[in-house]
């Protein structure tokens, strides 16, 4: 037989550098080598001068981020591959640090200042001609909390849980009343449409004044009024601190109260059930994170707005051009994209349904037909006229606010006469004259974003993002599995998220 020498007792003559073991086109060389042109500045004063002398935070960094870039992101794993990984023995000069120094690092020094990494490394590869920031497609996709599927609180049960029981108070005074002696009668009833802890006080206590020994009060009467008692003020007052966390959202998650409860693409159960989650907004440019932001909210159009904002905190700059799917298409958007010189390649929600119908010129006369965007508007006189040929004048102006507080004037237009009219049947079902409404401050952006989005550069910005920005979510939650944050809280969620797209940055460096 005839085999190779194998030694383990060998020693070697000059023992070889754990960096020479590696290759020099390895993913953690790069890792290192963009790390090390950051300015970590903000992450050292995350640290007291006192105290024992902690790992430096260049070296937890380099390791953490390539931790995620290899998939690993429980601190214990982490740990682990310190001690027995070449790469991450190498990142760390062969120092291990513990998954609790870990755990702690990455929620508590990383948690303020990452951003501010993520920005660094942005404008690296900004620099080397990767990307700009001229330039960005935006979209969001849902994330599953780490939160139970079943712990969730929501805001119209709450708010119906009051009404029923604003109006078993009311039933009861109405009884309370209708048996008091005279003297007790009370002619101004409490307002039961708005009720709090101290107004159901209040009135339990008069109830009680004139059921307590008077023959005439029921004893079942006396049992509820024991129970409003005892459970009604309690709950008020567990209500009104849920309406508190919600802040204005439908739901939350009681084991991680910043979750809201959304629809994920990703339904593993296959039963369509909302489950807590974040909305993660990402900004992409040649399929590279450029900003990221997690909102509460589930509807798209209202994080467009908070994600820019945070894009110039960031960056001190807003993008030249956005290219967004019709999720983000409003007034509202299309203003403050206006405000800030945003180009916006934005469709509104019809977009595609107008586009098919110029398309389609139909012949045949249809209800569609009677469409308001297909009657004639003559904008000098500022009147509509109907299929009939009448004149639709202005009648009233419709302010109308937004669920962001955003405020939309709507102009209200009326046919003068719609009796007798042989098209009234498909014209429109109302029983008095037909009336239509036009948004002109919307129609205008409307008819602005038509043309652009139909020009030349529009149609190639429609077909880019979506090889784009929907590739970033593909890879990262299908590719790299990331389907549901392992951190409670938006901040340390918003984290987490972060260092997957840097990681995924990094990668595509690399790629
Ligand atoms: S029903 Fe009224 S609005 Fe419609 S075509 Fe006839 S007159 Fe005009």
Known sequence: MNFQEYNQQQNWLFPPSIEELIPADHPVKVVNGVIEQLNLDLLISEYNKEGKPSYHPKMMLKVMVYAYMDNTYSSRKIEKAMRENINYMWLSARQVADHNTIARFRSKRLKTIFKDIFKQVV????????????????????????AGRYTFVWGNAIKTRKQKMASQLEEMWQYAQSIAEEEDKDPTPPDFKKIDKQKVEQTARKINKILKD????????????????????????????????????????????????????????????????????????????????????????????????????LYELFPEQLTADAGYGSEENYEYLEQ??????????????????????????????????NLHYNEQGDFYVCPMGQRMEKVFERRQTTKSGYSQISSVYRAQNCRGCPL??????????????????????????????????????????????????GHIKSNRNFKRFTHKGIKKAELEFGLHALAHNLRKKVA
């Not at 497609?137 to 994330?143: A, H, P, V, Y």
């Open 424 to 473: 009234r049947g498909v014209c429109h079902k109302s029983k008095s004259e037909r009336t239509v409404q036009r948004n002109h401050t919307l129609e205008r952006y409307k008819d602005m974003i038509r043309k652009r989005l139909t020009s030349a550069e529009g149609e190639k910005k429609r077909k880019k993002r979506t090889a784009d920005v929907e590739p970033v979510f």
């Open 123 to 146: 404008l690296l590869l900004a620099d080397e001609g990767l990307v700009t920031l001229k330039e960005v497609f935006t979209d969001g996709t849902k994330i599953e909390s780490l």
């Open 214 to 313: 008077n023959p005439r009060a029921s004893t079942q009467k006396k049992a509820k009024l024991r129970y409003i008692e005892q459970n009604f003020a309690k709950n008020l007052e567990k209500y009104q601190q849920q309406e508190e966390i919600l802040a204005g959202r439908n739901s939350y998650s009681k084991t991680d109260p910043d979750a809201t409860f959304m629809r994920m693409k990703e339904d593993h159960m296959l039963n369509g059930q909302l489950k807590p989650g974040y909305n993660v907004q990402i900004s992409s440019q040649s399929q590279f994170v450029i900003h990221y932001t997690l909102h509460q909210q589930t509807n798209d159009i209202h994080t467009l707005k908070p994600h820019l904002e945070s894009f110039e905190y």
């Open 340 to 373: 800030n010189e945003i180009t916006a390649y934005v469709k509104y929600n019809t977009f595609d349904k107008d586009e098919q119908t110029y398309k389609s010129k139909k012949k045949k006369k249809t209800s569609a037909d009677f469409q308001r965007d």
